[in-house]
C-alpha cells in the first residue's frame, strides 16, 4: 500500500494502535485539507493521515465527517473521539490548542484583520478554480484572472516583513499557501503567459535579486533578497507536504478528465 | 447604548460623521448577518454610532470602509488607523475578545469553542434553503421548506444532546447569538406564507426560542415580525422598503 494510497468503497476503515495521536482524513491533492497539513507541521504536532477516494468515499467516512468532506480531524485525547471539519475552524483550533508555536498575531485586532484576508482569498479561490478545471482556457478570454490577488501583493508590500506572519509564516501565509502552490501546475497546462507576473506580484513572486560574490577563489552568483514565494518553498512545513508544479498538473489534468487519480504517487 | 442613528441612503455624499472616537456600526436594519454584530454590541454594551446603508444603491464612499460593499462593518475611529472589520462572525469573535465584559460569549476552551464555530457553520444550509420562501420569491423550489426543515432538525436534535437550556450551556452564549436572527424572522412567513414550524417536531428549538426572546441584548436589537414580515413582501414589489425599519407598530 503506498503511502498515499486513497481508501475508498469497500476497503476496511484502517485500524492505528491506541497512541493518543489525532488522525487527519485528507485527500493529497486537496488544497482544503493542504491547509491543516501546514498548521500541524509547523507546529510539530504528530498526527496520522488517512487519504479518501473523494469520488467514491468509503462508506465507514460518513461516520466520521458530518459533511463527509475532508480535512476532517478526529481528535485522539478528548472524550469520544470528537471530529472536527472545516478547515479554517480546524486550523483556528490547533493554533488554541498548540500555542508553542502562535501562527496568527496576539493583538486580537491584527488577527482579525487577518482573518478577513484569509476570507477575502476565498473569494480568489472561486474565481482560480475556474482556470484550474477549465477545459478550454481559450473561452477564459481576457478575464484578468489575478485581480483578487492584487490586495495581497499590496498587503505584503505594506507590511515590510519577509511573510504576512512577520519573520516567518503565519497563518495568513499558510492559509493562502495551497493555492500558490497550485499555482505554479498552470504553467504547463496553459503555457508560461499563465504564471503570475513577477512585474505585477514584485513582492509575492518578482524576481529575487541576484548578487556576484567571490567566495574561495570561485565566482559564484547568489540570489538575494527572495521574494515571498521562494521563502515559503524554503519553509520546513510547506516542504513536508509539498509538490511541484509539474505534479499539480498532471493530477489537475486527470481531474478535469472526471477521472482523478488521487493514488498518482 | 446607541448614540446617534444616522440614515443614508443612495447617491448621498459621505456623512459628516462624529469624531468622538466612539465605534461606528454600518448597517442594514433588515439584514440578519448585520443583526448578529448587533447583538454582540447590546451584549457588550458597547457604545457605538449606527449608520444605514442602502445595499441596493450602494453609496459610493461606503466603498473606503467596506471594500466589497458588504454590511455589516464596523468601524472604530478611536484606534491607531481608524481601521473597519467585516465579516459578521469575524467581527463577532473580535468583539467577544476586545471586550470581555460583563463576560465571555464564546468559550474559552478551544474544543467546545471549535464545535460551537462548527455549528454555527452548520446552519448555512437552514438559510440557504430557507431563504426563498423567506424573501416572498415567487420561484421558490418545491422542496425548499423540506430542505429546511431537514437542516434545522440537526439544531434540535444538538439541542437535546447538549442537554442544556441555549446551544451554549446554561447562560446565552455567541452560537446562540449568531443563529438567532433567522429565528426573529421565521414567524414572518406565518403572515406572508403561512408557514409556521411544527411545534411537535422542533418542540426543543420553540423553547429556546422563547428563551432567547427574553434575553436583553435580543430585546434591544428585535424588529417587530409585522415590520419583517412587510419588508420581505416589499421586495416582491421591486426595491425593497429599507424605511420600513422605521415605522413605529401602533
Known sequence: MSETEHFTVGSAKPVFPDDGIMKLYSMRFCPYAHRVHLVLDAKKVPHHDVYINLKEKPEWFREVSSSTKVPALELAREPGNPVLIESLIICDYLEEKYPQVPLYPKDPLKKAQDKILVERFGQFISAIYKLLLHDNPAELGNTDLYAGLDIYEEELKLRGTDYFGGESPGMLDYMIWPWCERFGGLKYELGDGVDLDPARFGTLVGIGTVKKIIFGFKLVYILIQLKWRDLMMQDPAVKVFYLDGETHAKYMKTRRAGNADYNML | ?250
Open chain 2, 1 to 250: 447604548q446607541i448614540i446617534s442613528q444616522l440614515p443614508y441612503f443612495a447617491g448621498s455624499t459621505k456623512p459628516e460623521l462624529p469624531g468622538d472616537g466612539v465605534a461606528r456600526y454600518f448597517t442594514m436594519a433588515f439584514c440578519p448577518f448585520s443583526q448578529r454584530v448587533h447583538l454582540l454590541l447590546a451584549a457588550k454594551e458597547i457604545p457605538h454610532h449606527k449608520i444605514y446603508v442602502d445595499l441596493i444603491d450602494k453609496p459610493e464612499w461606503y466603498k473606503e470602509y467596506s471594500p466589497l460593499g458588504k454590511v455589516p462593518a464596523v468601524q472604530f475611529p478611536g484606534l491607531k488607523d481608524q481601521p473597519t472589520l467585516v465579516e459578521s462572525l469575524i467581527i463577532a469573535e473580535y468583539l467577544d475578545e476586545q471586550y470581555p465584559e460583563p463576560r465571555r460569549l464564546f468559550p474559552t476552551d478551544p474544543l467546545q469553542k471549535a464545535q460551537d464555530k462548527i455549528l454555527i457553520e452548520r446552519f448555512a444550509p437552514v438559510v440557504s434553503a430557507v431563504y426563498p420562501v423567506l424573501t416572498c420569491n415567487p420561484n421558490a423550489p418545491a422542496d425548499a421548506l423540506e430542505k429546511f426543515e431537514a437542516a434545522l432538525e440537526v439544531f434540535e436534535v444538538e439541542l437535546g444532546q447538549r442537554g442544556t437550556p441555549y446551544f451554549a450551556g446554561q447562560t446565552i452564549g455567541l452560537v446562540d447569538y449568531m443563529i438567532w436572527p433567522w429565528f426573529e424572522r421565521f414567524p414572518s412567513m406565518k403572515l406572508n406564507s403561512q408557514y409556521e414550524l411544527d411545534p411537535k417536531r422542533f418542540e426543543k428549538l420553540l423553547k429556546w426560542r422563547d428563551l432567547v426572546a427574553q434575553d436583553a441584548a435580543v430585546q434591544k436589537t428585535a424588529l417587530d415580525v409585522q415590520l419583517h414580515a412587510e419588508f420581505q413582501k416589499s421586495k416582491t414589489l421591486g426595491k425593497p422598503q429599507y424605511d420600513v425599519a422605521f415605522k413605529t407598530i401602533a
